[in-house]
């Protein structure tokens, strides 16, 4: 007898429109969620219950990431926020009901204004230094085309690099399935990131800058940085191009990164998940190693990549989700709940594996004072640690509980 379809751990009917952003903090215990009217919520993973729920924005959310003490939010009204992280009282974290001043909107620090044209979410780089009056760098499209990008400074919001794109080349592009074309269309989707050491050395302001972008006819461009850091540029100058990939015939509508910076896997609305090496520093290598996998399900809007990099999640136009394994692609199974677009995914980090609260310079709770976290058992935070979270069309946010897929284990 076929074992009954899996079924969520948790759902939760938080929004009134569709939910079109989540995040998981890197400690796992707050969930943001984001919706078609600017709506953000943010959701206690131990309760799962509000710890803050505001109208961030006027229209539509495009992204929300978690910052320090800090959470960012962009919107579709061309604006991206930067809110005082709410703090976790504890009643909430113990399951008690929020009281008026529990669910007071968080504290606007400041704001940046934005092209959003495009639908394109911001990509939040911190800085390697913590002695820096930059704490971070943020890729976002230009505030005039949307087919070129801009990199901003937070938290003084200096644009240090305008237009990176070539905006003069109108010249035909060649790419690895022998097709061409004059422009790529506008940024559906893009990566900011640090390329891993190449040579020995002892300074961190020696990382090479990267920009990985999808573009909207379907192709991939990777860009590394030429300026020296801290040089503000204008006009895609100090930028050049490392590789080009089209994998996709119709336009790149999510892409994900692997943690460590190794590989991307992209989707669209046609049957095929892109992977690209971010480790090749040629284009004949990325032809070579640029790999477009066929699925049977075409139409996908949502891609996530687990935080070891081994298995993936893509969300299709049918409200389905469908994990895969990285490298063979082979299905892991299919998620059923949802019966319109899944829109968001988000895995929560491996518990004691790959995150730690470093990357964003945060704390790894969100209390005040020195309240301890041992209301959980380390299980029950591995457990966590394997959650899957999807959210879509029907306005409701998924959990599900997956297993670890390594071998050799049954849970």
């Given at each position: 007898?076929?074992?009954?379809?899996?079924?969520p751990l948790h759902t939760l009917r938080i929004h009134q429109q569709l939910v079109l952003a989540l995040f998981v903090s890197s400690d796992n215990e707050r969930i943001y969620s984001g919706d078609g009217k600017g709506w953000v919520v943010i959701t206690s993973s131990r309760s799962?219950?509000?710890?803050?729920?505001?109208?961030?924005?006027?229209?539509?959310?495009?992204?929300?990431?978690?910052?320090?003490?800090?959470?960012?939010?962009?919107?579709?009204?061309?604006?991206?926020?930067?809110?005082?992280?709410?703090?976790?009282?504890?009643?909430?974290?113990?399951?008690?009901?929020?009281?008026?001043?529990?669910?007071?909107?968080?504290?606007?620090?400041?704001?940046?204004?934005?092209?959003?044209?495009?639908?394109?979410?911001?990509?939040?780089?911190?800085?390697?230094?913590?002695?820096?009056?930059?704490?971070?760098?943020?890729?976002?499209?230009?505030?005039?085309?949307?087919?070129?990008?801009?990199?901003?400074?937070?938290?003084?919001c200096t644009r240090l690099h305008a237009a990176i794109g070539n905006p003069e080349d109108t010249s035909a592009t060649h790419f690895s399935d022998g097709r061409s074309g004059n422009k790529p269309g506008i940024i559906m989707s893009m990566h900011l990131y640090y390329a891993?050491?190449?040579?020995?050395?002892?300074?961190?302001?020696?990382?090479?800058?990267?920009?990985?972008?999808?573009?909207?006819?379907?192709?991939?461009?990777?860009?590394?940085?030429?300026?020296?850091?801290?040089?503000?540029?204008?006009?895609?100058?100090?930028?050049?191009?490392?590789?080009?990939?089209?994998?996709?015939?119709?336009?790149?509508?999510?892409?994900?990164?692997?943690?460590?910076?190794?590989?991307?896997?992209?989707?669209?609305?046609?049957?095929?998940?892109?992977?690209?090496?971010?480790?090749?520093?040629?284009?004949?290598?990325?032809?070579?190693?640029?790999?477009?996998?066929?699925?049977?399900?075409?139409?996908?809007?949502?891609?996530?990549?687990?935080?070891?990099?081994?298995?993936?999640?893509?969300?299709?136009?049918?409200?389905?989700?469908?994990?895969?394994?990285?490298?063979?692609?082979?299905?892991?199974?299919?998620?059923?709940?949802?019966?319109?677009?899944?829109?968001?995914?988000?895995?929560?980090?491996?518990?004691?594996?790959?995150?730690?609260?470093?990357?964003?310079?945060?704390?790894?709770?969100?209390?005040?004072?020195?309240?301890?976290?041992?209301?959980?058992?380390?299980?029950?935070?591995?457990?966590?640690?394997?959650?899957?979270?999807?959210?879509?069309?029907?306005?409701?946010?998924?959990?599900?509980?997956?297993?670890?897929?390594?071998?050799?284990?049954?849970?």
């Amino acid at each position: 007898m076929a074992a009954p379809p899996p079924s969520p751990l948790h759902t939760l009917r938080i929004h009134q429109q569709l939910v079109l952003a989540l995040f998981v903090s890197s400690d796992n215990e707050r969930i943001y969620s984001g919706d078609g009217k600017g709506w953000v919520v943010i959701t206690s993973s131990r309760s799962l219950r509000a710890i803050a729920n505001w109208e961030a924005h006027k229209d539509g959310l495009l992204g929300i990431e978690e910052y320090g003490e800090h959470a960012i939010t962009h919107g579709r009204d061309n604006k991206i926020h930067v809110w005082q992280r709410p703090t976790e009282s504890v009643s909430i974290r113990q399951g008690g009901v929020a009281s008026l001043t529990d669910q007071l909107p968080p504290m606007l620090s400041y704001s940046l204004d934005v092209n959003a044209l495009n639908f394109c979410r911001f990509s939040l780089l911190p800085s390697p230094s913590s002695d820096s009056e930059v704490t971070a760098l943020i890729a976002v499209p230009n505030l005039v085309e949307s087919s070129l990008a801009d990199i901003w400074t937070l938290p003084n919001c200096t644009r240090l690099h305008a237009a990176i794109g070539n905006p003069e080349d109108t010249s035909a592009t060649h790419f690895s399935d022998g097709r061409s074309g004059n422009k790529p269309g506008i940024i559906m989707s893009m990566h900011l990131y640090y390329a891993p050491w190449t040579l020995p050395s002892t300074s961190k302001a020696q990382q090479e800058l990267r920009l990985l972008c999808a573009y909207e006819d379907g192709g991939v461009v990777l860009r590394r940085r030429t300026a020296p850091g801290g040089m503000q540029t204008v006009e895609g100058r100090g930028w050049e191009v490392i590789w080009k990939s089209r994998l996709h015939v119709e336009s790149v509508m999510a892409m994900a990164v692997s943690k460590d910076c190794s590989f991307a896997l992209t989707v669209s609305a046609d049957h095929i998940v892109g992977r690209y090496d971010l480790n090749t520093l040629t284009q004949i290598e990325a032809e070579q190693s640029a790999r477009a996998f066929r699925t049977k399900h075409p139409g996908n809007g949502a891609i996530s990549i687990r935080d070891d990099g081994r298995v993936c999640a893509v969300g299709g136009w049918d409200g389905r989700v469908r994990p895969y394994s990285t490298k063979s692609f082979k299905p892991l199974g299919t998620l059923v709940y949802h019966k319109e677009n899944c829109h968001a995914l988000a895995f929560a980090s491996t518990y004691g594996g790959c995150t730690t609260d470093r990357d964003f310079g945060g704390t790894s709770d969100g209390l005040d004072g020195d309240e301890d976290e041992d209301d959980m058992t380390d299980e029950e935070k591995r457990q966590r640690g394997r959650w899957l979270i999807a959210a879509g069309k029907d306005r409701r946010v998924s959990i599900w509980g997956l297993m670890s897929f390594e071998k050799g284990t049954t849970a």
